[in-house]
């Protein structure tokens, strides 16, 4: 009688067995799916980031440098001096170099003062000197200077003043040789397609180095 329940048992047991074993195999199989997936999702993503990368490379691969070329005008130069002839300084103005304004002031006024100081140190000396000839003994520096220092007075005084002259009119063409030269050097090419370096090559075989200066124009 026991072995009657006892088979019909084993073969219930079994058979809950075999459905819980299929039921794992069920559910470990999607998640192999599902983790399959994930990953081919996961490199197609990685496959279209190289793709971009690639394509940004060749773009920035292809691009050039984009030189720009600057206006130059060949009457600035001509112009900055004309307006430094006309005025001290407006020529450096026109060249926006207004620190140069200054300068130019200082130093043509120096040349200025310093002439008219000596002008009129000379006109003293000279009235003093004619009033002796003319027999007066009421000059400011009779009893100080004799006749033939007054003389010598005159010379130097001259000279100075001549002096002061020249040097004033030096710097008023200074003024204007500046203004130009810098018109011309602020429209100087300094671009990459016209460079001139030094270059410093060593010959193996004397052993012997050199120095060369290399120019390159580009079209």
């Not at 496959?47 to 394509?55: E, F, G, Q």
């Not at 001509?78 to 620190?99: C, D, V």
């Not at 003319?134 to 002096?163: C, H, P, W």
């Amino acid at each position: 009688m026991q072995s009657k329940f006892l088979i019909p048992t084993l073969l219930s047991f079994f058979f809950c067995l075999n459905s819980l074993a299929q039921e794992n195999n069920k559910e470990t199989t999607a998640a192999t799916n599902k983790t399959a997936d994930t990953l081919v999702v996961d490199s197609s993503e990685i496959v279209v980031a190289t793709v971009d990368t690639l394509k940004v490379n060749d773009s920035l691969a292809i691009k050039e440098p984009v030189i720009e070329s600057r206006f130059i005008d060949p009457l600035a130069p001509a112009r900055a001096a004309f307006y430094s002839a006309i005025l001290p300084g407006l020529g450096q103005a026109y060249n926006k170099k207004y620190w140069k304004i200054p300068i130019v002031y200082a130093a043509i006024g120096t040349g200025i003062y310093f002439y008219i100081d000596n002008n009129n140190a000379y006109n003293r000396y000279r009235d003093a000197y004619k009033r002796r000839l003319a027999g007066f003994t009421d000059d400011e520096y009779y009893g100080r200077v004799s006749d033939d220092g007054l003389i010598n007075a005159q010379e130097q005084l001259r000279s100075n003043k001549e002096m002061s002259l020249l040097i004033t009119i030096g710097l008023y063409v200074l003024n204007i040789v500046d203004a130009n030269v810098d018109a011309h050097l602020l429209q100087f090419n300094i671009d990459d397609n016209l460079s001139l370096a030094p270059q410093f090559n060593y010959n193996e075989m004397q052993g012997t180095t050199n120095l060369e200066l290399s120019l390159n124009f580009k079209f």
